[in-house]
């Protein structure tokens, strides 16, 4: 099963990505200035996953990847793929998971292992 992972960049915005049971991202979201907002995303994606469209493209440098439309606006991106079929395994994936994936917030960088 997938999962939902929101994290804070180094720039202070929070964003979050959709990683594979396996622990591969699949997508990441765009930047959110509040993380709340993160979970308002995520909880609409979750519920509307059968209206999301994925834009297929391939790159300059030949790798695959989709861009993630929901309700006539860009969520997400997803990472590069080498072929077609891995990129459609990605696609399936989400379709099949994320209506029931949860989500882990590691927006508060805490050393969750402790100090050495």
């Known amino acids: 099963m ?3 992972v929101i994290v804070q960049r180094t720039s202070g915005a929070y ?3 959709f990683v594979s ?3 591969k991202t699949i997508f990441t979201s765009n930047d ?3 993380r709340f907002e993160c979970e308002d995303q995520i909880e609409q994606l979750k ?3 059968e209206r999301c469209v994925f834009l297929r493209f391939k790159s300059s440098g030949g790798k695959f990847f989709f861009r993630l439309i929901l ?3 860009e969520v997400a991106v997803s990472r590069r793929y080498t072929t077609q079929l891995l990129l459609q395994k990605g696609i399936d994936e989400i379709i099949k998971y994320a209506d029931k994936a949860e ?3 590691f927006s508060a960088a805490e050393d969750i292992f402790g100090a050495p």
Do not use: N, P
């Open 32 to 34: 959110f200035e509040l």
């Open 15 to 17: 964003k979050y990505e």
């Open 103 to 105: 989500f882990l917030d």
């Open 21 to 23: 049971r396996k622990g």
């Open 47 to 49: 519920s509307a996953i």
């Open 71 to 73: 309700d006539d606006h």
């Open 2 to 4: 997938g999962t939902f």
